[in-house]
């Protein structure tokens, strides 16, 4: 069968150029996130609303078939729910503001997703440079 992507080298193990990939897209979420705390935005916008965050979402899904039924698959996964609970943290944060009361609790929500991103961030590249799966929630 031919397959635009390329197949893992045997069952369970990715390719380098895979763990390359991955790293490549901590690194542009990283660089999201640090965007944001020496900029002006916060984590969260920067983190979603980003080039760079874009494009690691675009690489994650471009590359989703080269690692299924590898250990990569988690992390794959965990990037991927980052990105898009994110996006729905924002879209509560934008509800809550739209009734006025809920601006406190818009910001507040904003700061913890902020740091939820960050967390996520830096867990999931830890556990991929120690060559570890990401747990499946």
Do not use: C, D
């Amino acid at each position: 069968m031919n397959s635009p992507y390329p197949a893992p080298l045997e069952a369970g193990q990715p390719s380098e150029n895979m763990v390359t990939v991955t790293h490549l897209v901590y690194a542009l979420h990283a660089f999201a996130v640090f965007s944001a705390v020496v900029g002006s935005a916060t984590i969260i916008f920067s983190f979603v609303a980003s080039l760079p965050s874009i494009a690691a979402v675009i690489l994650n899904y471009w590359n989703q078939n080269a690692v299924r039924g590898t250990w990569l698959e988690s992390h794959f996964r965990w990037q991927i729910r980052t990105f898009w609970f994110a996006v729905l943290w924002i879209a509560v944060s934008v509800l809550m503001v739209v009734t006025i009361i809920g601006v406190p609790f818009a910001l507040a929500l904003l700061l913890i997703a902020g740091l939820w991103i960050l967390y996520r961030v830096v867990r999931g590249w830890w556990n991929l440079m120690q060559r570890q799966t990401m747990p499946m929630a």
